[in-house]
């Protein structure tokens, strides 16, 4: 085993042995023969001259979801996945077949997959800047197979999204030079802006423009379930069938944005907010007392407080865990089975009381502009920091709570994923009615927030959007965000800080190209970030 995709990746190198994440070693040799299969697939469609199917584009992007960090544990449907992979990939009619190892392998067992994890993994490549390369493009692959996964279970797809996908697997496989490379990682960038584009779409002509709304983070006193992941389809179709059942649903970590739809907020038992930030789960799913619905990642190795009443759904998974299975025939997912338990069991034990605000995507702040940009022009709001992305166990994340108390009154905090449980629950007030804390909602929502600056940049008549009164200071954890970031470098963003450590993937040479072409910087102490920012460096 070798990986490195995650922030808490063992001592900022890698880890060898299991994952700091709870992953088996075992499981994530397989989850590198995937990957492997999966580029059989894009040098198989390439080959052809054909594009690949929606059905086949589909499968892909949910195959790289299972990867992502704290997605699926689960090493029989990682193995199932290579299967199938295996057997699309010979489906797709290719000459010359003994070209390449990664057409011409073949494998059944579990023993063959593990035996071929030894040549296909990360260090497979030896090249440090291109094995940094090669893994930045992977690991933005797999933030968009999340993105465009969501998107797809509204019923939305793209066919230049899987065309994409098809292309940056294909080039993993070659020789290219570092130009290539490197124009190939920006144009993941600029996919991972039309992907989260397109599940903003879903999302918003699904369930209606979120609103700003005060959500509840106390307990009632009647059953609960709480839903926790990213999949809004679930969450829509849990509450359906719960309605009227004398069941409250709770929302957890990345769910906390479901309050902010029209459509989902109608339901009067769509009550609150449990807890915080995924990785809280071994230490708050035990009080909840009712049944856990995990939809997505990010799920991390189950405790025995709760392992008889936690189910997962799509692509999360772990081993001894009930799954409940996909849609048949466009049919709702059948939840019944967590709602009967749920209704045995106490209500949650309560953890805090109080209310947090959110909502504030792009149509709702910009619905605000006037006002927004009054207060920019009177010198009331000096400066916008985006504080988007990921939340972690490390201590130093502490950062992200300092930074927000200390920046000034006149700065407004834009935030959007699970990071904002940093600091949306302090008392930071708010600037002419405008609360310092903008939540837009989950990770991918971050593309809210670049919408929301391009406007502003409209606005104010500005020829760069660097030229605003808008700093970034980016917590990241795992793929989703590693897309947002090549998101916001397409876009034009410049002078972004992320933190609390520099990626572990980038190579130094590839370091220095960020930093040269782009300004990325590394988060250092609180006060002297805060000081650049208010500076505009």
């Not at 769509?270 to 807890?275: A, D, P, S, T």
């Not at 034009?492 to 980038?506: N, Y």
Request: aromatic share 8%.
């Amino acid at each position: 085993m070798f990986c490195f995709q995650c922030q808490e990746t063992f001592r900022n190198t890698g880890c060898t042995e299991n994952g700091m994440c709870g992953k088996k070693g075992d499981t994530a040799n397989l989850m590198d023969v995937l990957v492997y299969a999966l580029r059989g697939i894009a040098v198989a469609a390439e080959k052809s001259g054909q594009p690949v199917s929606n059905d086949t584009g589909a499968f892909m992007i949910g195959a790289l979801f299972t990867t992502i960090t704290n997605a699926n544990f689960d090493p029989e449907r990682i193995t199932a996945n290579i299967r199938k992979a295996l057997a699309i990939r010979d489906s797709i009619k290719v000459e010359n077949k003994d070209q390449s190892d990664v057409l011409n392998w073949t494998g059944n067992s579990i023993d063959d997959f593990r035996t071929k994890a030894s040549e296909v993994g990360v260090l497979a490549t030896g090249n440090a800047d291109v094995r940094s390369l090669r893994e930045l493009l992977i690991y933005g692959l797999k933030g968009i197979s999340a993105y465009a996964d969501h998107a797809k279970m509204l019923g939305f797809e793209k066919a230049e999204i899987y065309q994409f996908i098809v292309k940056a697997l294909a080039s993993t496989t070659r020789d290219l030079s570092v130009d290539e490379m490197v124009a190939l990682v920006l144009e993941c960038g600029q996919v991972a802006v039309t992907t989260m584009a397109l599940l903003d779409q879903a999302n918003t002509s699904t369930y209606g423009n979120p609103q700003i709304t005060e959500v509840d983070i106390g307990v009632g006193k009647r059953p609960g379930i709480l839903v926790s992941g990213h999949d809004l389809r679930d969450m829509a179709e849990l509450l359906e069938q719960t309605a009227g059942q004398g069941i409250d649903i709770y929302t957890h970590s990345e769910m906390l944005p479901a309050h902010y739809y029209p459509e989902l907020k109608k339901y009067p038992h769509l009550v609150g907010n449990y807890g915080g930030s995924w990785w809280h789960q071994g230490r708050q799913f035990g009080p909840f007392n009712g049944p856990i619905l995990m939809t997505t990642n990010c799920i991390i190795p189950v405790g025995n407080a709760y392992k008889d009443r936690i189910f997962t759904t799509g692509m999360a998974g772990y081993p001894g865990v009930k799954h409940i299975p996909d849609r048949v025939d466009g049919k709702p997912k059948d939840f019944s089975e967590i709602i009967e338990l749920a209704k045995k069991c106490p209500p949650p034990t309560e953890l805090e009381t109080g209310k947090i605000v959110g909502g504030f995507a792009h149509n709702q702040v910009l619905a605000l502009a006037d006002k927004v940009v009054e207060a920019v022009k009177s010198g009331a709001i000096k400066r916008f920091v985006v504080m988007a992305g990921c939340d972690g166990r490390h201590k130093e994340r502490s950062y992200f709570t300092d930074v927000a108390e200390g920046l000034p009154a006149g700065t407004v905090i834009l935030t959007a994923g699970c990071a904002k449980y940093r600091y949306n629950k302090l008392n930071l007030g708010d600037i002419g009615g405008i609360p310092r804390v903008l939540d837009a909602g989950q990770c991918n929502d971050s593309y809210s927030l670049a919408v929301i600056a391009l406007k502003l940049k409209e606005v104010f008549g500005l020829d760069d959007v660097n030229k605003l009164p808008l700093s970034f200071d980016i917590a990241w954890y795992e793929q989703k965000a590693v897309a947002v970031l090549l998101a916001l470098l397409a876009l034009g963003f410049k002078g972004l800080r992320i933190g609390p450590t520099l990626p572990a993937f980038l190579s130094p040479g590839v370091a220095e190209v960020l930093i040269k072409n782009f300004g990325l910087k590394v988060t250092t102490e609180p006060q002297a970030d805060i000081n650049a920012m208010m500076a505009g460096e």
